[in-house]
């Protein structure tokens, strides 16, 4: 069985206003139910878990009824970090070890399906998958004093989501006490020794974070990147 964790436990607080940015409206629905919209066009049956604030849930609930949106979904209560949110999401999909877990972030609604695809199948093959991109700009590292020189950007990727795993890693993974190097939930995996495959991603698939991403966010549901 496939399963998604998606989590949308941030506040916002870059967006600016009062409503946290998973909820915002875009092209006249929440940007969470877009997210979520895009993993049922890959496949009808995935078990959805949408990890949120408890102090949401209630808020999360009414705009269900006023957007009629009936996908079913389980709610789990976010945590402290995105590591105790994303342990939260995936122990409440309650899933078998063979399953597929993908944790992706709530304000990404333009994952396409066929990154979606990459990453189960990669993750089916290998038991963990993360969808990357190439860099476009120069590096440069600056460290401690004036210590500062650029860097190949050829030896590095731009990380998105979904990162895609077997659930029987994840469980294990999220075992480990949380550290400050779990970036992401690939760095989890990674410290409970297990390699972690890479896959091609898309460039619209884009974290929206500041009022300029919904600018670009409206430029790419106008060109049809919405989901079908």
Known sequence: MNHVVIVAGGKGLRMGGDTPKQYLPLGGRPVIM???????????????????????????????????????HTVACGGATRFHSSQSGVRATEAAPGDIIAIHDGVRPFVSVEVIA???????????????????????????????????RTDYRVVQTPQTFRASLLAEAFELPFSEAFTDDASVV?????????VEGNRENIKLTTPYDLLVADALLSHGHAAR
């Open 34 to 72: 877009r997210t979520i919209d895009r993993f049922m066009e890959y496949d009808p049956h995935m078990h959805v878990v949408l990890v949120l604030p408890a102090a949401h849930h209630d808020y999360w609930h009414g705009l269900c009824r006023q957007y009629s949106f009936t996908t079913p």
């Open 190 to 198: 990674e410290a409970a020794g297990h390699a972690v495959a890479m």
């Open 118 to 152: 990459r990453c189960f199948e990669e993750a089916r093959r290998s038991g963990a998958a993360i969808p990357v991109l190439p860099l476009t700009d120069t590096l440069r590292f600056v460290g401690a004093g004036d210590s500062q020189h650029n860097v190949l």
